[in-house]
């Protein structure tokens, strides 16, 4: 079993920057790789980035590229999500997510563990 925390979610004017965190726990962290999904209110959760077991690979919506990084320190089995130029849009409950096996990453049902969630508001 892992348990999955996230935290850093807050309210943020639009340009501005938050850093999401995952503090997983339970399993060693380095044997899964890691996505961060979002769900805004009435909308199904969506993909927004992932990144591979050793932090080599990473991938992301296009709606998030060249705005949010995932990054990942494995001795701190913590996962990050650096968001950058936020976005009204970009406000959602956060939730980050692990998965032992390969899948296809943009899928929820692909992710074995899930945190609760961060809520996210950016204001115009």
């Known amino acids: 079993q892992v348990q999955l925390v996230e935290s850093g979610g807050d309210l943020v004017q639009a340009g501005g920057s938050l850093r999401l965190s995952c503090a997983a726990s339970g399993r060693t962290f380095s044997n899964y790789a890691m996505g961060w999904f979002r769900q805004a209110p009435g909308k199904e959760r969506t993909f927004v980035a992932q990144i591979s077991r050793s932090g080599g690979t990473s991938n992301y919506a296009d709606s998030v590229k060249g705005r949010f990084a995932i990054s990942r320190d494995n001795a701190k089995n913590t996962v990050y999500l650096q968001m950058n130029s936020l976005k009204p849009e970009d406000t959602a409950v956060y939730y980050c997510?692990?998965?032992?096996?390969?899948?296809?990453?943009?899928?929820?049902?692909?992710?074995?563990?899930w945190g609760q969630g961060t809520q996210v508001t950016v204001s115009s």
């Open positions: 997510a692990a998965v032992v096996r390969g899948g296809l990453i943009y899928r929820t049902d692909t992710y074995d563990w």
